[in-house]
Every structure is written in C-alpha cells, then in structure tokens.
C-alpha cells in the first residue's frame, strides 16, 4: 500500500523581535514537525488547534539560564536525599490530539516518572503517564507567549506548578494551579518545598556578575542553613 507522506505546514514567518505568532494547524501537521528526522533544534507546541515552532537555535543567554537551573535543582534535592526527582527539562510532553509542548524545565517528584520503552515514541504520552509536578520557559526572546498561550497551554494540561524565567528581567514568574483549573502568582514553590521565588530572584541576579556556575554556588550556600 502507497504511503503518504506528511508536509510539515508552512508557517508565516514573525518579523524580528515581534510576538511570536500561534496559527492554525492540526494535529497531524504538529506530529509532521515532532517527527520529522530531518527537523532538529526545534520546539513545537500545539494547543487545540494552534501550532508554535520555535526554530531556532539555543541562544548564549538561554543556555546560561537553562543550564543554571540544572544546578539549582540538584543543590537542593542535595538536602534531602531520600526524595525522588527527575530532570526531564526539554523533553515533548503530550496529551494526543488536543495539547503538546517542549518545556525548557520539568520535574517529576516521586515514584511515576515515564520510562522509554525501545520502538516506542520518544515523548511523553500524559494517557500513559502522570503530568509532570513542574515545568517552566526559560523567556529570552518569548516571554509574551510564555506568560500568555503557553501559560494556558500547561494550564490545562494539568500542570501543578509553572514558572516563567525572565532572562532580560532577571526575576521568575511562578504559578500554581487553582482548583478552577487556572494558574495563580505565588511567591513560594510547592514543588521545592520551602522555596521562596524571591531567592530564585536573588540567584538570577547573580549571573549579572558572574557565571552561572558561580550564581549556582551562591544559591547553594543560601539553602545549607534552611531546614
């Protein structure tokens, strides 16, 4: 039998420094550019019936952000060994046919974390595991999207927690997720128990200075005396 062979749809490109623009598309046109072999360093996300390619490469800022928050995240499950946590930062998370996305930041706490079987998909299928407890964007050139479609995006995806990182701002926006099914600004993590955004604040302001290695160190030493 003949196949067909699925075209990645032609999205208008956004002027420079522009918003960056959701269009129509379906379903199958979002899983034309998640499993285009050919198709790398790209981010796709799809929203009922809206589709956003990121295509560019990683930025110098973005990776320096991205890259910090690896190190934040070991620092402080460095506390309390006995949890269980999972970095899957970067990763294609979905619930088919209505909502897809590949968040800069995502942890799973506790038992339930996807594992990949060998000939399965590479991303993770939210009708065959749990939603992640946290995911975040890191916002160098995105933050509209990222604090509007995106935020509505996770939002309905069921996630608990999102956190917005303004690179240019050196601040996080953090949300939790209402019982209506909507975000709320919070100034304390409830994935990172104890965590005040605050701090994170502080951290990122450290990377004015310093390396992120360096502003990593600093968070580290501000959490050893935290109970």
Not at 93 to 121: F, H, N, S, V
Not at 124 to 129: A, G, L, P, R, S
Request: net charge negative; hydrophobic share 40%; charged share 20%.
């Amino acid at each position: 039998m003949p196949t067909t062979e699925i075209q990645s749809p032609q999205l208008s490109p956004s002027p420079p420094n522009s918003i960056p623009q959701w269009q129509p598309a379906t379903w199958k046109e979002y899983l034309a550019y998640v499993e285009d072999p050919n198709v790398e360093e790209i981010r796709v996300f799809f929203n009922d019936g809206y589709l956003w390619v990121d295509m560019g490469n990683e930025g110098i800022n973005h990776a320096r952000f991205n890259r910090l928050f690896s190190m934040l995240f070991l620092s402080w499950f460095a506390r309390t060994p006995d949890v269980i946590w999972e970095d899957l930062g970067g990763c294609v998370i979905e619930k088919p046919k209505q909502r897809g996305g590949a968040p800069d930041l995502m942890l799973y706490i506790g038992e339930g974390a996807p594992q990949w079987t060998p000939g399965e998909p590479r991303r993770i299928d939210f009708n065959k595991w749990r939603v992640p407890d946290l995911v975040g964007e890191i916002s160098d050139t995105t933050l509209a999207t990222d604090l509007d479609e995106k935020k509505c995006l996770y939002a309905a995806l069921g996630i608990p927690e999102y956190w917005v990182v303004d690179v240019k701002g050196f601040r996080i926006f953090a949300f939790c997720l209402q019982e209506d099914g909507t975000y709320q600004q919070v100034g304390e993590s409830s994935v990172l128990k104890g965590c005040a955004i605050a701090l994170l604040d502080r951290t990122l302001e450290q990377m004015q200075q310093g390396t992120n290695g360096s502003a990593a160190l600093w968070f580290s030493q501000q959490i050893a005396t935290l109970s």
